[in-house]
């Protein structure tokens, strides 16, 4: 959403030599977000959205006007939603357990648009999301068994079980490559996914997939699109195959022409990026 090259810029300057920071506990929703506790420059903690498939942060408007906080850019925001203009303010100092982030610029969005409904049903007021443009230069464990996340000072090893990939870097986010018996997924590791979404080209259906009859609104940060229901027979995840998977189908021309959609991370039991080395560890439940 930002300038081009933010997460190349953040792998390239990730210290390696300091300590690991503490764990973070959090709240997992019954949908799969991860709920943490931020401070904003000195705050009190305030409630945010782990989101490792956006590649800007975001903080709501009523945040925004709390902190004081002014506009300084425009931006073009997009999602599987769609796309939506909005405005940009800068954080100079931002906390996350024990990691800290400095100049960070924000997207300003309606508060509305960043409600996580089963965060609020648990008495979770959400202000903001975290997206790549902080978490790309950390190394870092989601642990969704333990719920809590776990930094590392280096490149984590692989647990016994666990598969690697590479991550590409692409739109300032990451996609993830994972080989199918017929073609090639590029996805979004996605931790704000609450189901796997994949990108089709009308009059392009996949064969290892069945469309579900109902057709429904898929609402996001940048507004309402039509999505359909579908079941994928077959997703192999290195050397496991998840079978019928639920889906949702939405348009390609909603999203970023380099992602076949995107991955939720809920499912398995622990999910490690690796961000200098560029690899994803996935350990299945």
């Known amino acids: 959403m930002h300038a081009p090259g933010i997460l190349a810029l953040l792998l390239a300057q990730a210290v390696t030599t300091a300590p690991a920071p503490p764990p973070v506990a959090f709240h997992l929703t019954p949908q799969g977000a991860i709920i943490v506790p931020v401070t904003l420059e000195g705050s009190d903690p305030v409630a945010f959205m782990i989101d490792t498939g956006s590649n800007a942060s975001l903080m709501s408007e009523a945040l925004a006007s709390a902190l004081g906080a002014q506009p300084i850019?425009?931006?073009t925001m997009a999602s599987a939603a769609g796309q939506k203009e909005a405005l940009v303010t800068r954080i100079g100092h931002l906390?996350?357990?024990?990691?800290?982030?400095?100049?960070?610029?924000?997207?300003?969005?309606?508060?509305?648009?960043?409600?996580v409904p089963d965060a609020a049903a648990d008495g979770l007021s959400v202000k903001g999301v975290i997206g790549q443009d902080v978490?790309?230069?950390?190394?870092?464990?989601i642990d969704y068994r333990e719920r809590r996340i776990v930094w590392h000072d280096a490149g984590a090893k692989p647990p016994r079980r666990a598969a690697m990939f590479e991550l590409e870097p692409r739109d300032d986010r990451f996609l993830v490559v994972l080989p199918q018996d017929r073609d090639v997924l590029r996805l979004v590791p996605d931790s704000g996914a609450d189901t796997l979404v994949l990108f089709q080209r009308e009059g392009d259906p996949r064969s290892?997939?069945?469309?579900?009859?109902d057709f429904f609104q898929l609402t996001g940060v940048t507004g309402t699109r039509g999505a359909r229901r579908a079941v994928v027979h077959a997703l192999r995840i290195?050397?496991?195959?998840l079978k019928d998977v639920s889906a949702v189908i939405v348009g390609r021309e909603a999203a970023s022409p380099a992602a076949d959609g995107l991955l939720p991370l809920h499912i398995f039991a622990r999910v490690t990026f690796n961000g200098p080395e560029r690899q994803l560890l996935i350990e299945n439940r």
């Open 73 to 75: 850019a425009r931006t």
């Open 135 to 141: 978490l790309g230069g950390f190394r870092y464990t």
């Open 208 to 213: 290892d997939m069945t469309p579900g009859a």
């Open 238 to 241: 290195g050397t496991t195959t």
């Open 95 to 115: 906390t996350l357990g024990g990691i800290a982030a400095a100049d960070v610029l924000m997207t300003v969005v309606p508060d509305i648009a960043i409600n």
